[in-house]
């Protein structure tokens, strides 16, 4: 019988097992924005017992993607669109900081070099894999900040940007989305390679503001096409 849930993988801990398949289940909707279940409901379809299950969702719990109801289980957290929006700015700031550091006399961009390889490719050569895609605009993202070299902004911009990770992978679902973010980080990599702060600046909130607006219209999209689905 098909469930909600993802299959299982092989374990590293079987806490880590059942927090990783949970967390893909959210990611891609199949536990949908407003979703109830049970400890017992989860320990049941994955075959295994709570005190693992129990873990893992507090782990998500603490990671903002559910809440906790005392006699209702467990709900994933409706998607608040004000709160996304937020941490889309706080990234913005941040990285427009981190490039104006970069591009500062003196400071040495050469770490970007290879993040910028990745982007800087062949049409034919690009991947269009969602999941790879999206850890790779990750670590696009968290390592323009962490080449400014403070760690206390790169601790903060890496909880920001795991904050939208439920909305942003959903970007690399559309074609046309993909070929714009190879073309748009190539361009933000190569102006920070020149020392062209400004331009850099410029591209990226453009850039951020693009992505922002597109996953919107896409997580509206999911949700309506989940919903029509479970009515059929």
Known sequence: METAFAAIDIPRTLADTVYGTL????????????????????????QVSRTPVREALFRLEREGYLEVRQRNGWLVKPLDFNTLDHFY??????????????????????PLRALA???????????????????????FHIDLVAAAGNPEI?????????????????????????????????????????????????LLRAHILDSQAAVRKITLHRLYSTRQARAA
């Open 23 to 46: 967390k893909r289940d959210i990611l891609e909707f199949r536990l949908a924005p407003g979703d109830r279940f049970t400890e017992t409901e989860v320990a049941d379809r994955l």
């Open 89 to 110: 700015e706080l990234r913005s700031v941040l990285e427009a900081a981190a490039v104006q550091t970069i591009c500062a006399p003196g400071k040495d961009a050469g």
């Open 117 to 139: 390889d990745l982007w800087l490719v062949d049409a034919h050569g690009r991947s269009t894999d969602c999941e790879w895609l999206a850890d790779l605009d990750e670590r």
């Open 154 to 202: 790169s601790r903060v911009h890496r909880a920001a940007t795991e904050r939208i990770r439920i909305v942003r992978r959903l970007d690399f679902t559309q074609p046309d989305r993909i070929g714009k973010t190879y073309e748009e980080h190539g361009a933000i990599l190569g102006a920070v390679l020149d020392g062209d702060a400004e331009r850099a600046v410029d």
